[in-house]
């Protein structure tokens, strides 16, 4: 069955530093989402992406999907603290139900 | 409503009792889900609706667990017999139909069992 894996599981960054959390499937995607969990909050869309090689930007994040529509990415430029949180990637498994990543905790030294 | 409303926020309860969970979706959103979080980890899938659809319960952990839709629209989750490992944050989700929609969270019923 398609199993999506999300890694790394927990990363700790000195504010300013980058971050890059990595979503990847052994199977096609048909499109992939990214939420946000705050400490303490529930998870929030961030974003969608279709298109084989689509890169879109929020202000410092950036997200790609690959290629072959295999693997996902979401890049933070200069992290600060109010980037602290879960990053959870989401696709349609075969029964077009969102499943979700194991998710990505990131902590910022300030 | 507005957004996707859930109750009680927390719930404390003794082991072996029932407890019910309700979730009120976003009007017109035909698919929901329920996820649980424990602390510190990620969204474990329990069930989903869709639309007049039969549910996929294909992550109900246990027979303890069940859920239903009425009319479309609310949705209860209910733990009977509950036990400990039970405690967690229950997460209602709704989007506008299946397939790649976006899920709108509510704020999580804490379920703590003592």
């Known amino acids: 069955g398609q199993q999506v894996m999300q890694i790394p599981q927990y990363q700790h960054v000195q504010e300013g530093e980058d971050f890059t959390t990595y979503c990847n499937s052994s199977t096609t995607l048909s499109n992939i989402q990214w939420y946000k969990q705050r400490p303490g909050g529930h998870p929030v869309f961030l974003i969608q992406?279709?298109?084989?090689?689509e890169v879109k930007k929020q202000k410092r994040l950036t997200f790609q999907f690959g290629e072959a529509k295999k693997n996902s990415s979401l890049h933070i430029t200069a992290t600060q603290t109010t980037d602290v949180g879960t990053y959870f990637c989401a696709y349609n498994n075969a029964g077009n139900m969102l499943t979700f990543g194991g998710g990505t905790r990131l902590m910022v030294k300030p | 409503g507005a957004g996707v409303s859930q109750s009680p926020s927390n719930k404390v309860t003794e082991k072996g009792k029932d407890v019910e969970l309700r979730c009120d979706p976003i009007s017109g959103h035909t698919a929901l889900y329920w996820y649980r979080q424990s602390l510190g980890q990620g969204l474990e899938f329990l069930i989903y609706f869709q639309g007049n659809s039969a549910p996929d319960k294909s992550g109900l952990p246990s027979d303890r667990f069940s859920a239903e839709r009425t009319g479309g629209s609310v949705s209860t989750l209910t733990i009977q017999r509950t036990q400990q490992e039970d405690s967690a944050v229950y997460l209602c989700?709704?989007?506008?139909?299946?397939?790649?929609?976006?899920?709108?969270f509510g704020a999580g019923s804490r379920l703590t069992v003592l």
């Open positions: 989700a709704s989007s506008l139909h299946s397939g790649a929609n976006v899920l709108t």
């Open positions: 992406l279709v298109k084989s090689g």
